[in-house]
């Protein structure tokens, strides 16, 4: 590709580790000549993206944990601090409990709900409002979504009513930050092999019924996913806003 991002600021939320998705999307925002700002909770994962960002055009590595206001604040001061404006926010961030992911949905804990809606859906929210001021020239905020939003997927249980809210959050977001310029957009990637997604119980199940029955035959690739986000941050996209865009080999499509 062309420098698609060339010299753009983007900040990229969610890297756990090299399978995450939003270390794909570092990786192609970097072959695109951005400049990245990754985010980190804790130490552990602090460690992890130090050592990732290495092979990145990183210029800068912030803390942030986004079940805290303070220091969802605190992104923002920092990021007001490298004096150049924000063109592009990638937000990779969704959890809900391991138990809630295995025993039907209606056993749901209110504890549960509450913390999967707090961190994968209501961050976007807080993250955006942190973001929207240094987005001066416009640009593009997106998060990543999953088919479980609109159709029930064994297993996926809380974080699909999460996803659901997240999409919604989507389109109100699209519309009150358009008269900015800033266009606010979902990808919905079909089943990938990430840390986070072991957690699903069958989720080998999930892979294999993409490759037999998707109209692409095949599991849906982290590159893929990566140079959709590409697209999103780009003026390519300048008209796309308040969208889902599937990423997922065609599976949406499917009555089965």
């Given at each position: 590709m062309a420098?698609?991002?060339?010299g753009?600021?983007?900040l990229?939320m ?5 399978w995450s998705?939003a270390?794909a999307v570092?990786?192609a925002f ?23 960002s ?22 923002g ?17 969704a959890?809900?409990?391991r ?11 209110r504890?549960g709900?509450?913390l ?14 942190a973001?929207?001021?240094l ?6 905020i ?5 088919l479980?939003?609109t159709?029930?997927?064994p ?6 009513v999460a996803?659901a809210?997240l ?16 266009r606010?957009?979902a ?10 997604a ?11 019924t993409?490759?037999?029955r998707?109209p ?17 941050a ?5 008209g ?6 599937f ?10």
């Amino acid at each position: 590709m062309a420098d698609l991002l060339n010299g753009q600021l983007c900040l990229i939320m969610g890297i756990a580790n090299k399978w995450s998705l939003a270390y794909a999307v570092a990786e192609a925002f970097s072959r695109e000549g951005a400049r990245l700002v990754l985010t980190y909770a804790g130490e552990q994962q602090q460690s992890a993206v130090e050592s990732l960002s290495q092979n990145l055009n990183v210029e800068k590595l912030l803390p942030c944990d986004v079940t805290k206001d303070d220091e969802i604040v605190r992104l923002g001061v920092d990021l007001s601090m490298l004096g150049r404006p924000v063109s592009a926010v990638v937000h990779s961030l969704a959890f809900a409990n391991r138990e809630d992911l295995v025993r039907p949905f209606v056993e749901t804990s209110r504890e549960g709900y509450l913390l999967a809606q707090n961190i994968s859906s209501y961050s976007l929210v807080a993250v955006a409002r942190a973001a929207a001021p240094l987005m001066t020239e416009g640009g593009s905020i997106m998060t990543m979504s999953y088919l479980g939003a609109t159709r029930v997927v064994p297993n996926y249980n809380v974080m699909g009513v999460a996803k659901a809210a997240l999409e919604a959050s989507v389109r109100y977001l699209a519309s009150d930050l358009g008269t900015a310029n800033i266009r606010v957009n979902a990808i919905s990637a079909g089943a990938v092999k990430t840390a986070s997604a072991r957690a699903i119980k069958d989720f080998s199940l999930l892979l294999s019924t993409a490759a037999d029955r998707s109209p692409l035959h095949r599991a849906t690739e982290p590159a893929e996913v990566a140079d959709a986000a590409v697209f999103l941050a780009s003026p390519l996209s300048r008209g796309v806003t308040g969208n889902v865009l599937f990423v997922d080999s065609g599976m949406h499509i499917l009555g089965i």
